[in-house]
């Protein structure tokens, strides 16, 4: 699998529903993703999880945003043509302007060392699922 490799000033956005439906996402995720903004709108925002990335990465995720905290991570994502990108992931719980619960997403490129680091811990949490 190809892995796409963020650039220092890749910046990458999306807007999500209480459920994780996505509501938004920026040209900077669209183009890393490898999906029309079409595409993604509508969708879980799941469709880019990768299978290497463990349960519990998202349930840490899903539980510190319900509590309206705000979460980060490194992600591994899979690209629509089959391959993969890291990011460093804060996500934010807001309320939306028709007073719903909503997750602002920004992602940017972790460094080398980060990734090597989340893919060997990664590994290990995928074991004891």
């Given at each position: 699998?190809?892995?796409?490799?963020?650039?220092?000033?890749s910046f990458l956005v999306s807007e999500t529903d209480s459920?994780?439906?996505?509501n938004?996402?920026?040209?900077?995720?669209c183009k890393i993703?490898?999906?029309?903004i079409d595409e993604l709108v509508g969708q879980p925002h799941s469709m880019v999880r990768h299978r290497d990335m463990p349960?519990?990465?998202?349930?840490?995720?899903?539980?510190t945003v319900q509590r309206g905290e705000i979460w980060t991570g490194y992600v591994k994502n899979a690209t629509k043509s089959g391959g993969y990108y890291w990011?460093?992931?804060t996500v934010y719980p807001?309320?939306?302007?028709?007073?719903?619960?909503g997750y602002l997403s920004c992602r940017r490129k972790p460094s080398r060392a980060e990734i090597e680091e989340h893919?060997?811990?990664y590994k290990v949490w995928k074991l004891q699922e």
């Open positions: 699998m190809n892995e796409t490799i963020l650039d220092e000033y459920k994780g439906i996505i938004f996402a920026n040209d900077d995720f993703a490898g999906y029309t349960k519990a990465a998202f349930k840490s995720l899903w539980d990011v460093y992931a807001f309320e939306t302007c028709d007073g719903g619960k893919e060997a811990l």
